[in-house]
């Protein structure tokens, strides 16, 4: 019993990092038709920019923001994301506004392997351990069960962040432009909506969600190397597509499952298989693409695109 | 001279290779409702979006009260007084009414206006003051209708564009789009331009036709001179009766 | 529409002028250029081949298919298991059949059997993926290519994992490689100008004219799936053995990556574009990878710095993108010299 609670946690925990990465995506996917394969990079970019650059490898790096106080760190990272994010936008995506989803994921592609050897370049190959906050890693004992507070951490942090998307998505003017948009972008410029800001706003929450989901996965994994966001936005991606390409609640619970899946197979894999783990989840996705085209968690409308 | 609310000059609109407009010609007074009918692919809906920039001219100009605007964004000719109801509705199916009328709200710099034009429009309205907080998805075909032209008022247009209004719709309904038409005119003394494919319904409501077939202008005149449809016909179906 | 008639010698003038243009190259490379510069234009070759695969799918069908990658690792693979040395397959790869322990299969059987596995890889893979439209198979087929990448670098009993394989024979020649290419351009030309080739690549413009023609496209874009699939393993297979060595993460998201540089830089919608955007990108790889190594002046050296060659290549990739997304070639082939033009086209 306390196993199976632990594992829960587990996959808790981990089902919220996967949501908060599934939203970045699915919000420019649903706005774009983005498929965004650079979301990755933003999450390693929230990581590197936490030590300093151009230092021979440590076992533990040295620090840069890394090193401040918390509350100035997250802001800042968070800062670092969002002018990487527009500045894709700005010299990337905008140019290609009219092209098609296909070409766009290219040029993400693009994006994501400039980046990616951007930080080969000024960080190196080697793989580098970052003590972020470590008091977060220490465990509580409760009920006999071990919990570490990281984990807590986490899913408050996304309950709080989901909490306050959602709000800002239903409530405020930039979210029922955001929604529109999503969901029929030419009629919502036909009413005046203006698509540079709406297309910066995306760009820039899903920039601060790749930050989130970086400062919350870096304590538990405590060592990054050039490729170590990639993995993230993968199984982001993932969820996406169970959740139904285009709906946002979709993509959280595509998350949340995703985050299940794997550590119940982690769990109750037979030791053989377990390497394979990503290959199922990723034949996963195939399936459902060609069994269920709208995802595991329809929702009722169906994307409407000219 | 005054200038023309509207004008067109040999306007040519192409998707890759299907050329769609070829050169259309026209000019919308202040005030005047005209109607554009034309058969299915006769480039109308094209025109219209055209005319709203969402989709990039080729060649030729459209003018608004003498200014050129083609190329600019549709949200930049939407803050010209130009507001499109487009064809099939395209309405916000998971925004809720209110959501789907503040959103056409927002351009404008006082938020006073907005919530005016919103109050105003209610009365107008009152089916979708009933359903104010559904999705508008759930609406009927009638009601999404009217909710499409309510929404482009709410950005304060002096010039509406509607592609086929009557669309799907029972005739005793499209009755009641065209009154609220009527009504809307009366009270704003908007500019219409209407796209129509048939042309039975619209005698009675347009001051002008233009008859569209193959991407060009085939006829033009004004109501009464056509109230007997033949002329329309023949342009609309591309034969010359006498000689047949 | 018309089909062309298609007298073998009479249509086959564009891929006659490619590979003549390729062979005239390869001839001095082979006899005079030193080790550097045949590797070089080997590798130039290879990637021709791997390209001339992805075209196949993606110039005919319109569908951007992100995972073909995966057909040259399991190409690849192939011609590992079937030409390695037996000692070392018994030693390393435990886990593969006996007979296949045993075998020791020269390299060109070994691009053959490639090719077939490919084939039959992309056969059942492909039956449920080309349905997909647009977005959705780009993803579906980048998942294909995650999926393949994770069971090859963990089926340690079967392809050693992450580690490399070596004691794979090599060809020892540039030819045979020059040959596969001009094999697969042939292919792929002979496909463009056939029935389904030309009503698939009508099919993207116009649904109703295709499946007025009678044939669905889901048929013909499967046809294109399986063809491209079985040059794309050919070219993994010709590429291991051009290496003697194979990892598998050479056919991955890198890989992945540069062929599409190569393509979209080419042009995707034309043959030419495919053998000029392989030459173009190659070579400005090439001059940035020896602009890294550096110059030596007087005492000192003066190089870039390591990684910006991937950079230059990215930054490449997206002012083509946006400024030139139909590649160098516009997508038009190259122009025919008269005396073959006269009997080749026909339209
Ligand atoms: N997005 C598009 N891509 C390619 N071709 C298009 C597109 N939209 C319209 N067309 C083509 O342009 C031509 C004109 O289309 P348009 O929709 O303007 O006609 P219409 O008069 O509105 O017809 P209908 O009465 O059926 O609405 C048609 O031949 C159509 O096939
Ligand atoms: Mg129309």
């Known amino acids: ?306 | 001279m005054r200038k023309p609310h509207l004008e067109v000059r040999d306007l040519h609109v192409s998707y890759g290779q299907i050329a769609a407009l070829r050169g259309v010609s026209l000019h919308v007074e202040r005030g005047e409702t005209v109607c554009i009918v034309g058969p299915n692919g006769a480039g109308k809906s094209t025109l219209l979006a055209a005319i709203a920039g969402g989709v990039a001219a080729g060649q030729g100009a459209v003018l608004l009260g003498g200014d050129p605007v083609a190329g600019l964004a549709p949200e930049a000719i939407a803050r010209r007084g130009v507001s499109l109801v487009p064809e099939g509705r395209q309405i916000f199916s998971t925004l809720t009414v209110t959501e789907n009328l503040r959103l056409g709200g927002f351009l404008h710099s006082n938020p006073g206006t907005a919530r005016w034009l919103l109050n105003d429009l209610m009365d107008v309205f009152p089916s979708l003051k009933a359903r104010a907080s559904y999705p508008a998805g759930r609406l009927s075909g009638g009601e999404q209708q009217m909710l499409a032209i309510a929404r482009a008022i709410m950005t304060g247009p002096e010039l509406i564009l509607i592609d086929e209004p009557s669309l799907g719709l029972a005739p005793k309904i499209v009755d009641q789009v065209y009154a609220i038409l009527a009504e809307i005119k009366a009270r704003r003394g908007v500019t219409l331009l209407i796209n129509e494919q048939s042309s039975t319904r619209i005698l009675k409501h347009a001051d002008r036709i233009y008859v569209l077939r193959g991407g060009q202008i085939q006829l033009e005149g004004r109501a009464e001179e056509l109230a007997d449809g033949e002329a329309i016909k023949r342009a609309y179906f591309g034969f010359d009766r006498e000689s047949a | 529409m018309a089909v062309p008639a298609n007298l073998p010698l009479r249509a086959a003038g564009l891929p006659a002028l490619l590979i003549a243009g390729l062979g005239l190259v390869t001839l001095p490379v082979s006899l005079f250029a030193p080790p550097g510069v045949e590797t070089f234009w080997t590798e130039i070759l290879v990637r021709i081949i791997l390209v001339t695969g992805f075209y196949i799918f993606i110039g005919n069908s319109g569908v951007f298919a992100f995972g073909h990658v995966a057909f040259a690792c399991v190409g690849g693979y192939a011609a590992a298991w079937l030409s390695m040395n037996p000692m070392f397959k018994q030693i390393m790869l435990t886990g593969l059949p006996h007979w296949v322990q045993t075998l020791q299969l020269s390299p060109w059987a070994g691009v053959a059997a490639a090719a077939v596995m490919a084939a039959l890889v992309a056969l059942v893979v492909g039956a449920a993926i080309v349905r997909l439209s647009d977005i959705a198979a780009s993803i579906a087929t980048f998942a294909f290519l995650v999926v393949v990448n994770r069971i090859y670098s963990n089926w340690d009993s079967v392809t050693g994992g992450v580690a490399p394989l070596t004691n794979i024979p090599q060809f020892g020649s540039i030819w045979p490689t020059f040959l596969f290419a001009a094999l697969a351009l042939l292919t792929a030309y002979l496909f463009q100008r056939s029935r389904w080739g030309l009503m698939l690549k009508a099919s993207r413009d116009d649904d109703v004219a295709a499946l007025a023609t009678g044939i669905s496209v889901y048929r013909m874009r499967l046809a294109a799936f399986v063809l491209s699939a079985a040059v794309m393993g050919a070219g993994g297979a010709v590429y291991t053995y051009f290496l003697g060595i194979l990892t598998v993460d050479v056919f991955y998201m890198g890989l992945t990556f540069l062929m599409l540089v190569m393509l979209v830089v080419g042009g995707a919608e034309s043959l030419t574009g495919v053998v000029a955007g392989v030459i173009a990108v190659s070579t400005v790889a090439q001059i940035l990878r020896l602009a890294e190594q550096g110059v030596q002046i007087g005492g000192t050296r003066l190089a870039l710095p390591l990684g910006l060659q991937e950079i230059t290549l990215g930054i490449f990739m997206v002012l083509v993108l946006v400024y030139r997304s139909d590649g160098i070639t516009r997508g038009r082939e190259l122009p025919l010299p008269r005396f073959l033009k006269a009997n080749a086209d026909a339209r």
């Open chain 1, 1 to 306: 019993m306390t196993q199976f609670l632990q594992t829960c946690l587990d996959a808790a925990s981990l089902g919220s990092i996967f949501a908060l990465s599934a939203l970045g995506i699915g919000l420019l996917f649903g706005i774009l038709r983005l498929a965004n394969v650079a979301h990755g990079e933003f999450i390693s970019t929230a990581a590197y920019s936490l030590i300093v650059p151009f230092t021979s490898v440590a076992a533990a790096s040295e620090l840069f923001i890394g090193k401040w106080h918390w509350a100035a760190v997250i802001p800042t990272v968070c800062a670092i994301v969002v002018v990487l994010a527009l500045a894709t936008e700005r010299f990337v995506f905008r140019p290609l506004r009219s092209a098609s989803a296909p070409v766009l994921m290219m040029a993400s592609f693009t994006v994501s392997y400039i980046l990616q050897n951007t930080v080969l370049m000024v960080y190196g190959s080697q793989a580098r351990g970052v003590n972020l906050w470590y008091g977060l890693t220490q465990q509580i004992q409760w009920q006999g069960l071990r919990i570490p507070l990281i984990q807590i951490v986490t899913i408050a942090v996304t309950a709080v962040l989901m909490v306050s998307l959602s709000l800002f998505l239903k409530y405020s003017r930039f979210g029922i432009e955001v929604r529109a948009a999503a969901e029929d972008f030419r009629m919502a410029r036909y009413l005046g909506v203006k698509a540079n800001r709406v297309i910066g706003i995306a760009f820039a929450i899903s920039g601060v969600l790749a930050a989130a989901v970086a400062l919350l996965y870096l304590p538990q994994s405590g060592t990054i190397n050039y490729a170590w966001g990639s993995p993230l936005a993968l199984y982001g991606f993932v969820a996406v597509v169970v959740g139904g390409m285009g709906s946002l609640p979709g993509a959280v619970l595509g998350g949340f499952s995703i985050g299940i899946a794997i550590t119940m197979l982690q769990v109750y894999l037979p030791p053989e298989l377990k390497p394979f783990r990503d290959a199922f989840a990723f034949g996963l996705v195939i399936v459902i693409l060609v069994v269920r085209p709208n995802g595991l968690f329809p929702v009722k409308h169906v994307m409407k695109r000219v």
